[in-house]
């Protein structure tokens, strides 16, 4: 029985990761969770999201995963050291991907950061910048009405782009050539996020890098899958399905099924 890959996130963000994953190792099982029930996680307090990525982990290690993927900026800033001394099998995150690509990606050294409340008012982004190259300027901006555009599937309507615009405008005067997108869920609004920053603008979504990160360690650990067969993925979700199902469809240009959840999700506000 093949071990899947598991993703989580606190909805239908870390999807842009899935697909990614989905492209780059077509032969790994993905193991999805999108905690719609609770999403957004940025306006929670660190304690909260670490509770919630916990109880998250403990469902998804019941398929038996080879490696855990928080493709949730938030969790991952609060989370991610928590989880990694709770299991065993290897735990990534998406910030230092993310951060790294921009890196690389950036010309002159001004780099933007967008992401929810939680991910903006951690640092993490600024810190993981910084590890990597000292002397960078970083200006990070929240925009927390982005997530709820995303989770009602509303990628592209005047009220998106007048909320991009709006939750934008202090960036457009600054000197960034390169602006991470610090949640699973932007690229999704990536279009909108372009027109109203110009096409000058390179934009970073964590996914692709994260992908890479995920199939350097399981080649490392033996762990790649091996033979002709594609996998059958798993979706779930903690709200409702049929949103979910919806979004899912449309992002990952293909059909889904989702497992019906065996487990009540507690806490829930």
């Given at each position: 029985m093949?071990?899947?890959?598991?993703?989580?996130?606190?909805?239908?963000?870390?999807?842009t990761?899935?697909?990614?994953v989905?492209?780059?190792?077509?032969?790994?099982?993905?193991?999805?969770?999108?905690?719609?029930?609770?999403?957004?996680?940025?306006?929670?307090?660190?304690?909260?999201?670490?509770?919630?990525?916990?109880?998250?982990?403990?469902?998804?290690?019941?398929?038996?995963?080879?490696?855990?993927v928080?493709?949730?900026?938030?969790?991952?800033a609060?989370?991610?050291e928590?989880i990694?001394?709770?299991?065993?099998?290897?735990?990534?995150?998406?910030?230092?991907p993310?951060?790294r690509?921009?890196?690389?990606?950036?010309?002159?050294?001004?780099?933007?950061?967008?992401?929810?409340?939680?991910?903006?008012?951690?640092?993490?982004?600024?810190?993981?910048?910084?590890?990597?190259?000292?002397?960078?300027?970083?200006?990070?901006?929240?925009?927390?009405?982005?997530?709820?555009?995303v989770?009602?599937?509303?990628?592209?309507?005047?009220?998106?782009?007048?909320t991009?615009?709006?939750?934008?405008?202090g960036?457009?005067?600054?000197?960034i050539d390169?602006?991470?997108?610090?949640?699973?869920?932007?690229?999704f609004?990536?279009?909108?996020i372009?027109d109203?920053?110009?096409?000058?603008?390179?934009?970073?979504?964590?996914?692709?890098?994260?992908?890479?990160?995920?199939?350097?360690?399981?080649?490392?650990?033996?762990?790649?899958?091996?033979?002709?067969?594609?996998?059958?993925?798993?979706?779930c979700?903690?709200?409702?399905?049929?949103?979910?199902?919806?979004?899912?469809?449309?992002?990952?240009?293909?059909?889904?099924?989702l497992?019906?959840?065996?487990?009540?999700?507690?806490?829930?506000?």
């Open positions: 093949q071990q899947p890959i598991a993703i989580l996130d606190s909805g239908v963000g870390g999807l990761v899935a697909k990614e989905m492209r780059q190792l077509p032969r790994e099982k993905i193991i999805y969770f999108g905690d719609t029930a609770r999403t957004p996680y940025g306006p929670r307090p660190a304690q909260e999201v670490i509770r919630f990525t916990q109880e998250i982990v403990d469902y998804l290690l019941k398929f038996s995963p080879k490696m855990i928080i493709a949730c900026n938030t969790a991952t609060f989370a991610l928590t990694r001394s709770r299991v065993s099998i290897p735990v990534i995150g998406v910030v230092h993310g951060a690509a921009a890196i690389n990606r950036t010309q002159s050294g001004y780099i933007g950061v967008i992401g929810t409340e939680g991910t903006v008012n951690s640092g993490a982004y600024e810190q993981a910048l910084k590890q990597l190259s000292p002397h960078v300027d970083v200006v990070s901006v929240a925009c927390p009405r982005f997530v709820p555009l989770e009602r599937g509303n990628f592209r309507s005047e009220e998106t782009y007048n991009v615009n709006e939750s934008l405008a960036l457009r005067s600054t000197r390169t602006l991470i997108l610090g949640c699973t869920h932007y690229p609004l990536a279009e909108t372009s109203v920053m110009g096409g000058q603008i390179a934009l970073i979504s964590s996914a692709e890098e994260t992908a890479r990160d995920i199939s350097t360690i399981l080649h490392d650990k033996g762990k790649l899958a091996r033979g002709d067969l594609l996998p059958v993925h798993q979706f979700c903690s709200g409702d399905p049929q949103m979910f199902k919806m979004i899912a469809q449309q992002w990952l240009n293909e059909q889904i099924e497992t019906p959840i065996v487990w009540q999700v507690p806490h829930i506000g």
